[in-house]
Nanobody, 120 residues
Framework: VQLQACGGGLVQAGGSLRLSCVAS????????GGWYRQAPGKEREVVAR???????NYADSVKGRFTISRDNTKNTVYLQMNNLKPEDTAVYYC???????????????WGQGTLVTVSS
């Protein structure tokens, strides 16, 4: 399984970015997906997750600002990030797995990470 993430960049506080993660080498629709992030000096944390059926859940810190979605026809998971804050600065990783017990672990699949920098 290969995951290719893109869409990161530098944005001012209050701005928006959309991250994309394209998967190959797996039957995408059978996998749950997620986005994680790791800020400098901090541990990696879950940002948002999505089931095969499109149900979603979010970290409290991003609820109401971020939206995770998927397009099974394009083998892609998205993360729309609005009203970005400096504390959202991190490397963002996409992840895929057969179920949430695997997602985000060494048993799941990870993208290479894309850097999001939010300036104040």
């Amino acid at each position: 399984v290969q995951l290719q993430a893109c869409g990161g960049g530098l944005v001012q506080a209050g701005g928006s970015l959309r991250l994309s993660c394209v998967a190959s080498g797996t039957i995408f629709r059978n996998n749950v997906g997620g986005w994680y992030r790791q800020a400098p000096g901090k541990e990696r944390e879950v940002v948002a997750r999505i089931t095969t059926g499109g149900n979603t859940n979010y970290a409290d810190s991003v609820k109401g600002r971020f939206t995770i979605s998927r397009d099974n026809t394009k083998n892609t998971v998205y993360l729309q990030m609005n009203n970005l804050k400096p504390e959202d600065t991190a490397v963002y990783y996409c992840a895929l797995g057969r179920h949430f017990g695997i997602l985000g672990s060494s048993l799941g699949s990870w993208g290479q990470g894309t850097l999001v920098t939010v300036s104040s």
